[in-house]
């Protein structure tokens, strides 16, 4: 078996007028918000993948189904609580996360740090083993028309 594995995620919502922005378990200040089954955080979603892929346990909708209703509204943290559970299980620990928020608008630099921070408090890593960047595009599709957010992330698997 492999003593690394490297995995990435995807994730994406659409973007309405009166929701919370939730990004890295962190209420970003705007007038538009992710909607979602969860509290759609993207991504949280996209991270949780990465650690799935990786560690070659399916992806988020296999194990958080939105169909279950009790995941209604659910702080994604503890959807990546549990996806950081199920990877130790299989006896793997999490090396480093790197990932890239596309939103139009707002600019989240102010808050990337806390991001990287309360990600890594919930993946019970540190805070230096997690990258959070941000980029627009530049206007095109529906994240520069400012109907979606999108995050990818890549993640880093070991055994010791």
């Known amino acids: 078996m492999f003593k690394y594995r490297i ?7 659409p973007l309405t ?22 509290d759609a955080d993207t991504l949280i979603h996209a991270v949780c993948d ?3 892929g ?5 992806d988020i909708g296999a194990h ?11 702080d994604s943290r503890l959807l990546l609580k549990e996806t950081v559970r199920l990877v130790a299980e299989k006896g793997y620990r999490i090396g480093n996360i790197d990932t890239t928020v596309c939103l139009q608008k707002p600019k989240i630099r102010p808050w990337i740090r806390q991001m990287e921070e ?6 019970d890593i540190s805070a ?9 595009t530049e206007k095109l599709g529906f994240t520069g028309r400012e109907e979606g957010v999108a995050a990818f992330a890549t993640a880093l698997l070991y055994r010791d």
Request: hydrophobic share 45%; net charge negative.
């Open 7 to 13: 995995g990435f995620g995807f994730d994406v919502h």
């Open 118 to 123: 309360r990600l890594a408090e919930t993946m």
């Open 64 to 74: 958080f189904p939105d169909s279950d209703a009790s995941l209604k509204g659910v």
């Open 128 to 136: 230096d083993d997690v990258s959070v960047k941000a980029t627009t």
């Open 54 to 58: 990786a560690a070659r346990l399916g």
């Open 50 to 52: 990465a650690l799935l």
């Open 17 to 38: 007028e009166g929701a919370p922005l939730v990004l890295g378990g962190v209420t970003v200040p705007h007038d538009r918000g992710a909607v979602g089954h969860s």
